[in-house]
T-cell receptor
């Protein structure tokens, strides 16, 4: 079983829809949670960063972390065709044995249709 | 501020050869991490360097190695290439603070024939 599970999709929605992307994880030591967006043939671009539990909002994007359930989510409001990309969740744990190491989900491919 | 840069962007090699990839981090960032991305395995951590020292290493064979220079630029080397090494190799940089966000470069796409 992978440490981080993410449904690869693909997920197809109409323009303007609310998109919900999710990841579950098994390692309770994870403290730092990130969402990256990756366009085809590009490197991942950081979208959201959350420390421990709670919600964080940035424009049309909201990230939620529920450590009790080991579950994180990314919501995209008023989705646009330009949001079509692969969304990767990533997380890391503190400690000298984890420096610089992010554990990624498989990525969810999202298509927003005009 | 310029982002993370990686060179070359594309490489084609044959089995048994070796390859060196280069990464220049964001100015002021001292930590550089390397990842391998494949369709089957996704993004997997290779190793991390800080102040010219490897601080952490993922579960890859010894054919994968790296180093970091005094200006924080980093290189990774893969020796005796195998077909399965075909992948997008990504470099990410961050400040030295634990849990700090990592910023990725565009990657080097390596094809092994």
């Amino acid at each position: 079983q992978k440490e981080v599970e993410q449904d690869p999709g693909p997920l197809s929605v109409p323009e303007g829809a609310i998109v919900s992307l999710n990841c579950t994880y098994s390692n309770s030591a994870f403290q730092y949670f990130m969402w990256y967006r990756q366009y085809s043939r590009k490197g991942p671009e950081l979208l959201m960063y959350t420390y421990s539990s709670g919600n964080k909002e940035d424009g049309r994007f909201t990230a939620q972390v529920d450590k009790s359930s080991k579950y994180i989510s990314l919501f995209i409001r008023d989705s646009q065709p330009s949001d079509s990309a692969t969304y990767l969740c990533a997380m890391s744990a503190p400690g000298s044995g984890n420096t610089g190491k992010l554990i990624f989900g498989q990525g969810t491919t999202l298509q927003v249709k005009p | 501020k310029a982002g993370v840069t990686q060179t070359p962007r594309y490489l084609i090699k044959t089995r048994g050869q070796q390859v060196t990839l280069s990464c220049s981090p964001i100015s002021g960032h001292r930590s550089v991490s390397w990842y391998q991305q494949t369709p089957g395995q996704g993004l997997q951590f290779l190793f991390e360097y800080f102040s010219e020292t490897q601080r952490n290493k993922g579960n890859f064979p010894g054919r994968f190695s790296g180093r970091q220079f005094s200006n924080s630029r980093s290189e990774m080397n893969v020796s005796t290439l195998e077909l399965g090494d075909s992948a997008l190799y990504l470099c990410a940089s961050s400040l030295e603070v634990m849990g700090d966000t990592q910023y990725f470069g565009p990657g080097t796409r390596l094809t092994v024939l």
